[in-house]
């Protein structure tokens, strides 16, 4: 894999090196040693294809589509008609694509399957930021995501208009019980994190107010508090009065994040953002 910078910038767009190598792994699954079907096609057969959504959703994908024809055919025109984050219609018109019948015809599936993938994640995270739009919370993702596709689904959160919890296991600690347990207790976990990783960011985890003390009084900066019941998160807010940020975690739906953040928490991440993952409906024909 090639050496990758790491951040976890909200505005970041994904690095094209990485994207490159994303999308030729994903054709390596696909095409192996070559296309058998396209091959019946003549080598110097034109086609011009459009990218169609079947049902309302937001876009997003469009860097990885536009990879896979890249990798395949570097003279494949494709013009968007729509852009990452922006909300679709059914019928709509994604875009138009130019070039070898043969390059369309062996990426359409994998190109596809990254654009329905991900407007799939982007369309999620946009009804999640809209439950809580008017209050001031962060609602972020977690590391719940599709394997080997972390990077990817990240990206999709962001254009749906939530934000990026840490990318993985080297940007942020987070303290969770089995580390607690580890270290012989809470103090000590964050006494740790400060000596060994001081310029790393911090969280820990807690289950129970009495643990949430135990946590403001160690200094700590970012507080998660896990399965928390609304009552209790009220009063996480009351104890914690502006020493941390607050971030709830747990279970939480569509159905119950606005109350969640009506307790006054700071953050609320959502594992269903990346985990629960439905297509979107998408059509890709030649004319």
């Known amino acids: 894999m090639p050496h990758l910078s790491v951040t976890a ?9 990485l994207i490159e190598f994303q999308a030729r792994a994903a054709l390596a699954e696909d095409v192996g040693a070559g296309d058998l079907t396209a ?31 890249r990798v395949l055919a570097p003279e494949i025109q494709i013009d968007w008609l729509a852009h990452d984050g922006e909300p679709l219609t059914p019928g709509q018109r994604l875009c138009v694509l130019d070039g070898s019948a043969r390059a369309l015809l062996t990426g359409e599936r ?17 009804r999640y930021a809209d439950a809580v739009a008017d209050l001031p919370v962060r609602v972020l993702d977690t590391r719940k995501t599709v394997p080997g596709l972390r990077w990817q689904q990240k990206y999709a959160v962001r254009c749906g208009g939530c934000q990026n919890h840490r990318f993985g296991l080297f940007d942020v600690i987070l303290i969770k019980e089995n580390h607690i347990l580890a270290a012989g207790s ?30 403001l009084d160690a200094g700590a900066p970012v507080v998660l508090l896990d399965n928390f019941a609304l009552d209790a998160l009220r009063q996480a807010v009351a104890i914690t009065a502006g020493r941390a940020q607050l971030e709830a975690s747990g279970g939480i739906s569509l159905e119950t994040i606005r109350a969640v953040a009506e307790t006054g928490v700071d953050r609320i991440s959502v594992g269903a953002l990346t985990k629960d993952v439905r297509a979107v409906d998408l059509s890709m024909r030649l004319v």
């Open 110 to 126: 994998t190109a596809m399957n990254y654009v329905q993938t991900l407007s799939g994640t982007a369309t999620l995270a946009r």
């Open 186 to 215: 809470i103090p000590a976990a964050l006494e740790a994190a400060r000596m060994l990783h001081p310029c790393v960011p911090v969280e820990i985890e807690v289950e129970s107010l009495d643990e949430l003390e135990l946590a």
């Open 39 to 69: 091959s019946l096609l003549p080598a110097d057969r034109h086609g011009r294809a459009e990218l169609i959504t079947r049902e309302a959703a937001v876009l997003c994908g469009a860097p990885w589509f536009e990879a896979v024809f």
């Open 9 to 17: 910038s909200q505005n970041e767009h994904p690095d094209p090196t």
